[in-house]
Nanobody
């Protein structure tokens, strides 16, 4: 059974930065692509960043140049560094495999002045 524990969310002003953390278990980490998804109020969940088992990263156009995904294969963790945050980045953020299998609690990011 796949389990993810996300943390690091919070309230930040526009233009600020946050780093999200995810610890994953029950996943063959070295052979799975991992990603960060988000769901804003009233919107569908979307994939914003992912990294293949080989370390190749992809980003949604809306976050390209501002977000950076990283993985620690020894610790089974996936981080998301978010810079230059905008109000439209407000959402609950989840980490998961790509494609996803089950969902954790997520961590809430609120960008507001």
């Amino acid at each position: 059974q796949v389990q993810q524990v996300e943390s690091g969310g919070g309230l930040v002003q526009p233009g600020g930065s946050l780093r999200l953390f995810c610890a994953a278990s029950g996943v063959i980490f070295t052979t799975n692509a991992m990603g960060w998804y988000r769901q804003a109020p009233g919107k569908q969940r979307e994939l914003v960043a992912d990294m293949s088992s080989g370390g190749s990263a992809n980003y949604a156009d809306s976050v390209k140049g501002r977000f950076t995904i990283s993985r620690d294969y020894a610790k089974n963790t996936v981080d998301l560094q978010m810079n230059s945050l905008k109000p439209e980045d407000t959402a609950v953020y989840y980490c998961n495999t790509v494609p996803p299998v089950g969902w954790g609690q997520g961590t809430l990011v609120t960008v507001s002045s």
